[in-house]
């Protein structure tokens, strides 16, 4: 495919003798326009390569040109190369400050018209086949992005319905994807699930996530109690990172009305009681994964019963509040979940979405961290 050349000068005899100078040009189509009316207009019609812009002409100038173009998304990226009168040094840097690629003063000298604005225009065009490969990359990088991100939400069920509890789950990623994850079964007649978050976010956290999400099912079928979970997916965490990152994780079980619970490092789940009305807070916790393998991990236990509902979630939900409050944090999430437990059996979402609005920088703006919460609900 050729290059598409605008050369945009109101002086005729311009267009020609620069049209003449890059005849050497390999592969190249020119296109004039007489002012940046018509530049403008031609840029938005066609695919264009590269601009040969005059900075003073009628109706609108360079300048004018420049910002359009630069303010343009379709356009910001296309290199211009700007041209002025020799005493119009300030012009030109003008320009150059508005993202110019390169300049020249006129009037050239023959030499100079030979062999200077050919290289300028072919190091221009060098620049636009590199951005352009970028900018394909980059496309590319967002599908493969987009696919992996609906993968890795296709693994995160927001509901589950079990025989002996229900789970409710929400996951919004700060990027495409990010390192949360959560997961509940049910095998024979215990409950299991966990609540994780790896250190970093991106690609390699998903895939470290989409992985160990796989070992805590593994381990739900040979392991009974949650530390001997904690600690199995620490060693394959540090066989796999190499002690270079870490791994946050709350692991339950519920079994003939008792709850048993390991907590490394994730911030303190809640336990709604459903004869009391009350919330309890598990401020229990022992040391993140992937640091030390064959670390050993402290179990609790208390009793459960129906309607009661165990609240586990992710350090992006709460962060921008704990460096204030590290205990009035909790407290207050406990008292929103309070007046907003209704909405659960009514429509969960929007309990998920008040509660991430109030705690983490609510769902429909940038968040700084991957935030994901699960509810169990015993039955």
């Given at each position: 495919?050729?290059?598409?050349?605008?050369?945009?000068?109101d002086?005729?005899?311009n267009?020609?003798?620069?049209?003449?100078?890059?005849?050497?040009i390999e592969?190249?189509?020119?296109i004039?326009?007489?002012n940046?009316?018509?530049?403008?207009?031609?840029?938005?019609?066609?695919?264009?390569s590269?601009?040969?812009l005059?900075l003073?002409?009628?109706?609108?100038?360079?300048?004018?040109?420049?910002?359009?173009?630069?303010?343009?998304?379709?356009?910001?990226?296309?290199?211009?190369?700007?041209?002025?009168?020799?005493e119009d040094v300030?012009?030109?840097?003008?320009?150059?400050e508005?993202?110019?690629?390169?300049?020249?003063?006129?009037?050239?000298?023959?030499?100079?018209?030979?062999?200077?604005?050919?290289?300028?225009v072919?190091?221009?065009?060098?620049?636009?086949?590199?951005?352009k490969?970028?900018?394909?990359?980059?496309?590319?990088m967002?599908i493969d992005?987009?696919?992996?991100?609906?993968?890795?939400?296709?693994?995160l069920?927001?509901?589950?319905?079990?025989?002996s509890?229900?789970?409710?789950?929400?996951?919004?990623p700060?990027?495409?994807?990010?390192g949360?994850?959560?997961e509940c079964?049910?095998?024979e007649?215990?409950?299991?699930?966990i609540?994780?978050?790896?250190?970093?976010?991106g690609?390699?956290?998903?895939?470290?996530?989409?992985?160990?999400k796989?070992?805590?099912?593994?381990?739900?079928?040979?392991?009974?109690s949650?530390?001997?979970v904690l600690r199995f997916?620490?060693n394959?965490?540090?066989?796999?990172?190499?002690?270079?990152?870490?791994?946050?994780?709350f692991?339950?079980?519920?079994?003939?009305?008792?709850?048993?619970y390991s907590?490394?490092?994730?911030?303190?789940?809640?336990v709604f009681?459903?004869?009391?009305?009350?919330?309890?807070?598990l401020?229990?916790?022992s040391?993140?994964?992937g640091?030390v393998?064959?670390?050993?991990?402290?179990l609790?236990?208390?009793?459960i019963g129906?309607?009661?509902?165990?609240?586990?979630?992710t350090?992006?939900l709460?962060?921008?509040?704990?460096s204030?409050?590290?205990?009035?944090?909790?407290?207050?999430?406990?008292?929103?979940?309070?007046?907003q437990?209704?909405?659960?059996?009514?429509?969960?979402s929007?309990f998920?979405?008040?509660i991430?609005?109030?705690?983490?920088?609510?769902?429909?703006?940038?968040?700084?961290d991957d935030m994901?919460?699960?509810l169990?609900?015993?039955?």
């Amino acid at each position: 495919m050729g290059y598409k050349i605008l050369i945009v000068d109101d002086v005729a005899v311009n267009r020609a003798v620069m049209r003449v100078a890059l005849q050497t040009i390999e592969d190249a189509e020119f296109i004039d326009a007489v002012n940046g009316v018509q530049a403008l207009g031609i840029l938005d019609e066609q695919e264009i390569s590269l601009v040969i812009l005059d900075l003073m002409m009628p109706l609108k100038d360079g300048f004018e040109v420049l910002r359009e173009m630069k303010s343009t998304p379709t356009q910001w990226d296309i290199p211009v190369i700007v041209y002025s009168g020799n005493e119009d040094v300030e012009s030109v840097n003008e320009a150059l400050e508005l993202g110019a690629h390169d300049y020249f003063t006129k009037p050239l000298k023959p030499r100079e018209m030979k062999v200077i604005l050919p290289m300028k225009v072919k190091n221009a065009l060098k620049s636009y086949d590199q951005q352009k490969i970028i900018n394909d990359l980059n496309l590319k990088m967002q599908i493969d992005l987009l696919m992996a991100n609906i993968f890795q939400q296709s693994l995160l069920s927001e509901k589950q319905l079990m025989p002996s509890a229900v789970m409710y789950g929400k996951y919004i990623p700060s990027q495409d994807i990010g390192g949360d994850f959560y997961e509940c079964v049910q095998i024979e007649d215990t409950v299991w699930f966990i609540m994780a978050d790896v250190a970093e976010d991106g690609v390699a956290a998903a895939m470290l996530s989409s992985m160990l999400k796989m070992e805590f099912q593994h381990c739900t079928k040979l392991l009974d109690s949650p530390d001997k979970v904690l600690r199995f997916i620490n060693n394959t965490f540090c066989k796999i990172t190499q002690n270079s990152s870490s791994l946050t994780a709350f692991v339950g079980m519920i079994r003939d009305n008792i709850f048993w619970y390991s907590n490394a490092g994730q911030p303190y789940p809640l336990v709604f009681n459903a004869k009391q009305q009350k919330m309890q807070v598990l401020r229990e916790s022992s040391s993140t994964l992937g640091m030390v393998e064959d670390e050993k991990y402290s179990l609790h236990k208390m009793n459960i019963g129906i309607g009661d509902i165990i609240v586990t979630y992710t350090q992006g939900l709460i962060e921008d509040k704990v460096s204030f409050d590290s205990i009035g944090v909790y407290d207050d999430l406990a008292s929103c979940f309070l007046n907003q437990k209704h909405l659960i059996n009514e429509d969960c979402s929007d309990f998920f979405n008040i509660i991430f609005r109030l705690f983490g920088n609510g769902t429909n703006k940038a968040v700084s961290d991957d935030m994901a919460m699960m509810l169990i609900c015993v039955k």
